[in-house]
């Protein structure tokens, strides 16, 4: 069974930072394409980052370019997004997600809450 | 980037109801579509990738078409437990991947 399981988040004011992590299992972690996507209170889906399977390639949504970094570690089936200079903007719930790219976002995490406030 | 727009933003509907929802890229996306269910507190679920492939364990009401730049979801018998956001998603012109903005499907 495919499980994926974030954590990291939490309350942070304005211009601060987290790590986000989401550990992976139930599939070969090392293989799959994997993507961060966020849900701000009462909106839609939004997708701020992937990542190739091996980390090689990482891509960005332009609202957080140069904000936020996204990478894995193959060796601890475990994904990382690296969120800084937050904004009140950026409060939401951040999906940890197999898939990206040309392909389906087949699984989800349960998500985790990032709330930017003073 | 390629635009996505979901109509209706959101609709009412009985169970036992045949439902349609509709999904326009701003440019052609062959059948790179695929739709997803969220329901309240929870993650969003795949119901169809490539446009009309039923993803895994998804009840074979659910159904989808098209290609080019029009889509469809069609739930052919509404069940109680359907009632829920339902999204459309391109992955044809990555990055960035984007999203409809979504239909609220509510009980009538």
């Known amino acids: 069974e495919v499980q994926l399981v974030e954590s990291g988040g939490g309350l942070v004011q304005p211009g601060g930072s987290l790590r986000l992590s989401c550990e992976a299992s139930?599939?070969?972690?090392?293989?799959?394409?994997m993507s961060w996507v966020r849900q701000a209170p009462g909106k839609g889906l939004e997708w701020v980052s992937g990542?190739?399977?091996?980390?090689?390639?990482?891509d960005y949504a332009d609202s957080v370019k140069g904000r936020f970094t996204i990478s894995r570690d193959n060796s601890k089936n475990t994904l990382y997004l690296q969120v800084n200079s937050l904004r009140a903007d950026d409060t939401a719930v951040y999906y940890c997600?197999?898939?990206?790219?040309?392909?389906?976002?087949?699984?989800w995490g349960q998500g985790t809450l990032v709330t930017v406030s003073s | 980037d390629i635009q996505m727009t979901q109509s209706p933003s959101s609709l009412s509907a009985s169970v036992g109801d045949r439902v349609t929802i509709t999904c326009r890229a701003s440019?052609?996306?062959?059948?790179?579509l695929n739709w997803y269910q969220q329901k309240p507190g929870k993650a969003p679920k795949l119901l169809i990738y490539?446009?009309?492939s039923l993803q895994s364990g998804v009840p074979s009401r659910f159904s989808g078409s098209g290609s080019g730049t029009d889509f469809t979801l069609t739930i052919s018998s509404l069940q109680p437990e359907d009632f829920a956001t339902y999204y459309c998603?391109?992955?044809?012109?990555?990055?960035?991947?984007?999203f409809g903005q979504g239909t609220r499907l509510e009980i009538k």
């Open positions: 997600v197999n898939g990206g790219s040309y392909y389906p976002l087949d699984y």
């Open positions: 139930g599939f070969t972690f090392s293989r799959h394409a």
């Open positions: 990542i190739s399977g091996s980390g090689g390639s990482t």
């Open positions: 440019e052609s996306i062959s059948s790179y």
């Open positions: 490539t446009a009309s």
């Open positions: 998603q391109q992955s044809y012109s990555t990055p960035p991947i984007t």
